[in-house]
């Protein structure tokens, strides 16, 4: 049968040489290297049931007066769009499930996306030859933050609805253009009008998760045409040679199984625990909000910064240059992910003077400038997310919510250098110890050399 | 006869054996190790349990409507059937497929030869022509017009250059101040302490300039510039309820309904905090928000409701390039 089916196949496409060198194509082993394994799985599941949400979604603002199940609903005004995601929740048979599947799946590819950054970040995977591959991997990672605001924004409950008037409010926070900008993607000023959410829509399932695959094979025709990274386990692995298991049979049913176990995963969480229960928000309407409104986690950050900047809008006579959002929503993500894209020339040009190629990975304390600074970024940001969040704080330990943002406006420029310090003095005396213990072996050796000889 | 008892013979022997066909005597590639019958055990009835599970899914759909925990049923089953299979060929990679190491050379890091033939044929191809420079510059040029032209048809988008709608607002003198149901607002209506949202008469309610917050102040406690003096009515005052940093709704009111120490009252945005002071013009004691919160002069008409006495004194709505440039005006 094999045989038939692989003779079938050569005959009529001359693969066989080419599918065994496929096949014995080699996977360095490392449980961190799957990190960037389970964002690819977390986005076939997003556009399985992405398909299938877009069959019942309608992205229509018309106004309309819902009479379904959901009795607390009954005989509210809403758009249509979120009518039919209500819809999708009550009405449709396993439609939640897809639902919540989805939304889980958007948290979790985003997720593993930012771990496996952080893998490739801290062990030097970016190094010669690899910038491009990191580069991509960067700009998907820009591609899922907006394609994540663009699907919660889509449904148009409250929370939508403030997450896009703030979205509105940092692009016509834009210097110069801001206004103008706004004007051209919500088709007027805010709210817009209903060819605002066709955009949307055909933004969320064509052109961005589009934008996602063609990077995304980008990334992975580098990573093959360059071979995977790997880590030095033991005299096998060189700069030249690299060990690991083959495509088959050692890797095909690993990466399956994972595959299936990530769709599981995703599926339970979709199942049995709520995510976005979109029908206790309520339609949204310009003059509503709610206390405690938090957005999905990945966006956390953006809120954290908007909130700490101190109020001033940078004005000359009457023009306003830079409006506050800018700061915050724009200006701030710019400069993290600024650089991250610089990061590698910046650490070839003034840290390590290395142009060489790599293929062999670092761990953390083999380069602790890098580790330090990496450290004090993440802390950074870190930091700014927990500051969007303190609001919740607030209310738990009855503390003073703006003694608390306070502290942090001054915190985020300290603490950072003081964890990048720490961070690099642990790296050198990892180094150090693990020094000592090549002398303290060397000696013991020669000692019992001696001994032997004497 | 006797062939039916061959096939029932070699029937019982291919269903019994364990069956490892003999491979010809050729060299293996892929390295042989003993077999682990009970690893194979574990991988055939997670399959199973699997398959059990995937099986549940569609019969737990048909019956949806006379199950409770539909969806949690729905994605337990469909969720556990990934797993387990999942699951099953993990224990197939780990254990049972022969795991092998391989060494594999990594590519080259460069071809200089094949660079240099490259470059040669780009350079070669060229060779005929004299103006190099102004002939790329003129071709370069050409693509760069014709992308010019090609995204020309973006700006139907939206009305990229036309400003005069951020400064609209449905507010002119006179019109009346109405409840979400449109119930004209009654300046007895309006108590302190309390917050009330209130649009503009047969207007679009969802347009930034439209809903208003109002509060009722102690009538000593206000301090007004003198061009916003006479805003107030009788203690009311009215403000955008679009908050100048991201454009969210104040939906929360501090207001000290005790504690003499506590902080005056103010308006605050769930959003970012932004907090604006209403007895000051809104002016902004805490939060990100660069601008005051714009106030809608009002007075109080023969039969006690209130009514806006013009509009805004600053331009709604979270702030761009030209928000201070002009005074907010009644669209037409």
Redesign the interface.
Known sequence: MIRKAVRFLDQRTGDAPLLRKTLRYVFPDHWSFLLGEVALYAFAILVMTGTYLALFYSDSTKDVTYHGPYKPLQGQHMTEAYHSVVDISFSVRAGLLIRQTHHWAADVFVAAIFLHLLRVFFTGAYRKPRELTYLLGLTILIVSLLEGYLGYSLVDDLLSGMGLAIGYAVAISIPFVGANLGELIWNGPFPGTDAFFSRMYIAHVFIFPSLIAVLLGGHLGLVALKHHTQFKRGPRQTERKLVGVPTFPGQTPRSLGLFLVVAGVLFLLGGLVQINPIWLWGPYHTYLSTNGAQPDWYLGWLIGALRLVPHFDVVIGNYTLVPNPFWGGALFPMVVFGFLFMWPQIERRFISHDYGFHNLLERPRDAPMRTAIGFGVFTWVTMIFIAGGVDRVTVLFDVDYASIIWVFRFAIWIVPVIFGIIAHRVCVELQRGEEMERVRKRAEHRAKAMAETS | MSKVKNFLVSAAVLLAGRGRPKLPAQERI?PDKPPRPGWELVAISLFGLGALCAIAFPIV?GL?DHLPH???????S?????????????V???QL???????????E?EHPEEQETLVQMVEESGSRLTRKRLFMVSLGGAVGALGLALITP??S???????S??FGTPWRRGRRLVDENGRPWKASDIEEDDFY?A?PENAN????G??LVLVRLPKNSFHLPPELAHYPADGIVAYS??CT????????YRAPLFQPDEPKPALV??????TFDPAAGGT?L??????NLPMLPLHIDGKGELRASGNFNEAV?????????RKPNPHS
């Open positions: 892929v759909y949806a539909e969806n949690q049923l729905l994605g337990a469909v969720g556990l059937a990934f797993v387990l299979i999942g699951a099953g060929l993990v197939t990679a780990q497929i022969v795991t092998e190491e391989l060494e594999e050379t990594y590519p890091n973006a700006v988008l939206g009305p990229v250059f036309r400003i709608p951020f949202t649009f309610k969802e347009e930034l439209s809903p309820k679009i940093h991201a454009g969210c709704a104040i939906s929360l945005c769930p959003c970012h905090y932004s902004v805490f939060g990100p928000a660069g601008r709505g979270p702030s761009w390039w030209g928000v201070r440039n």
